[in-house]
């Protein structure tokens, strides 16, 4: 799914969750989810949802939530914040 950006002249950094229990089962309980974030840009990003390896299952539309905020160091609630963005090292 792609995710459409306002406000940042710069790549924001990106953070996301599943947000909702619709892969849920009587068996087997909730499954295992994670987000997987693409082509972060200025104006927008592409997100994914993905299960275990061991599920092969087609998967229930779930509700990501999301937070994108400047690069940098600040302050919020008087606590010093700093968001930076990793290489894309990690590949599995």
Known sequence: VSVALT???AVPVV???VNSYNNWTANDGLMALKTRLNNVTS???QVHVESEQAST?????E???YIAVSQGTG???GKILSAVRTGATVTE
């Open 7 to 9: 406000g940042f002249t």
């Open 57 to 61: 299952g087609t998967l229930a539309d």
């Open 43 to 45: 104006t927008g990003f």
């Open 75 to 77: 302050y919020l609630d």
């Open 63 to 65: 509700a990501v939530n």
């Open 15 to 17: 953070l996301a969750q």
